[in-house]
């Protein structure tokens, strides 16, 4: 199932950047006491009670006519509360109701979508008073918080996670193998999934940005179910003309996370690019099972190095990308294709591995003879054993008597052994390291 995403919306500096960063723990948001600092929409995850969910922080939205950027802000939250299951509307308590407020009521309104007022900048949580005036919005009951300071937002993240809808039993199909592919407008993910199918089931065009959508797509390779997701081009910000196309990225990350697959499609003709590593960055961070799929290698003049070359420029591009593996072809000649759902066949089987725990820190305990950890200071530092709590992707825990002592350059020697001795090829592997409890 979809995570769901929440939008925070309302008029220029009441917080709105200030709370998205709260609700996300770190400063993503640029935050300045100046209106209209925060131009395009923000996303990342979070979660609340268990529940996960994308959240997106807007532009304030103003309504002065004749101003083109205002109306490209306006535009853009817009489409994000579109996009939004549930919209927390950020009010300024301090100011108090304003026409603008009431005309971001008005929109939100006509979205139809359930709305979560925040009361920002309280000072004194006794004083209902100071934030009585915006019930008359018609929208519920404010809740007072301090996005500054972090007070009352667990209240606020309680109502907005209350308009979630149950989580179901079973996804579209849960016995098929979801693939996501993303990349760069023009690269061919339609014509891919069009190759596939053997049937133009998806526009395809020379025009960057032609899919809007992610599109799902069932179908049956060598008695395995796959459903495609094809999704918008993703392109780098400062070549977004459409507002439209921002709306895109959105939904390509909703369908990351829906995916057990992600093919992460490069142009041949034209290598990597930094956008690459950005869409590539999305696919990776979710955790998700990743496949390079070089498209146009028809295109590409080749002699007996050609390849190694290729694999070699992509290695050093996509450096956090070393478990998946590459796969050249040509989505218009269909070469090699298929070959692709063998991969995807494989790279499944390998992110859902699970490892018995004796064999596990048998692995474990030979690696650390062999290299073992450097010294914490008066107390040696010692990792007693590991376990397996996950697959999808492969999460291995290690207890440690002082785990912030592990170095992150022994957890990379320690997964390159997990990956020599297990595999998981085209799946990331996440190491965490906690307290062991009781005596050494």
């Not at 997106?56 to 109306?71: H, L, N, P, V």
């Not at 992600?262 to 142009?267: G, K, N, Q």
């Amino acid at each position: 199932m979809a995570k769901p995403v929440v939008a925070v919306v309302g008029r220029p500096n009441v917080g709105k950047s200030t709370l998205f960063n709260h609700l996300i723990g770190k400063r993503k948001a640029i935050v300045e006491d100046v209106p209209g600092v925060t131009r395009d929409r923000l996303y990342d995850n979070t979660d609340w009670a268990g529940r996960e969910f994308i959240i997106i922080d807007t532009g304030g939205i103003r309504f002065e006519e004749g101003d083109i950027f205002a109306r490209e802000v306006k535009l853009q939250a817009e489409l994000a509360i579109d996009e939004a299951d549930v919209i927390i509307f950020v009010l300024d308590a301090r100011q108090g109701l304003s026409p603008e407020d009431e005309q971001v009521a008005d929109i939100l309104r006509r979205s139809g979508k359930p709305v979560v007022l925040a009361a920002n900048k309280v000072e004194n949580f006794d004083r209902q008073l100071d934030y009585y005036e915006f019930y008359n919005l018609g929208l519920g009951e404010p809740i007072p918080v301090s996005a500054m300071h972090g007070l009352n937002t667990n209240e606020l993240l309680d109502q907005v996670i209350a308009h979630f809808a149950l989580p179901k039993d079973y996804e579209e199909d849960d016995n098929a193998i979801k693939i996501a592919i993303i990349g760069r407008p023009n690269v061919g993910k339609s014509s891919l999934v069009n190759a596939f199918l053997g049937e133009q089931r998806v526009i395809v065009s020379d025009i960057p940005g032609t899919t809007r959508d992610a599109i799902d797509t069932p179908f049956r390779y060598n008695n395995t179910d796959y459903i495609l997701i094809d999704t918008a081009g993703i392109r780098r910000k400062s070549r977004i003309k459409e507002a439209t196309e921002k709306y895109s990225v959105i939904r390509a990350l909703k369908s990351i996370e829906r995916a057990d697959v992600v093919l992460i499609m490069l142009d041949a003709t034209e290598g990597v690019s930094e956008q690459d590593q950005r869409i590539a960055g999305y696919a990776h961070e979710a955790g998700k099972a990743n496949i390079i799929v070089v498209n146009k290698w028809d295109l590409v003049e080749k002699d007996g190095h050609t390849m190694n070359k290729f694999d070699k420029d992509i290695r050093e591009d996509l450096k956090f990308l070393a478990y998946a593996p590459i796969m050249y072809v040509s989505a218009l000649t269909k070469k090699r294709i298929f070959k692709v759902l063998e991969l995807v066949d494989f790279v499944v089987e390998q992110h859902n591995r699970r490892i018995n725990t004796a064999e596990l820190n048998r692995v474990v305990n030979e690696a650390m003879m062999l290299n073992p950890l450097p010294g914490g200071g008066a107390k040696k530092v010692k990792i007693y054993y590991a376990t397996q709590v996950r697959t999808a992707p492969p999460t291995f825990v290690f207890f440690a008597n002082q785990p912030d002592a592990v170095h992150f350059s022994y957890l990379r020697y320690l997964e390159n052994v997990l990956r020599q001795n297990f595999g998981f090829e085209g799946s990331p592997i996440r190491l965490l390291v906690r307290q062991k409890t009781g005596k050494d």
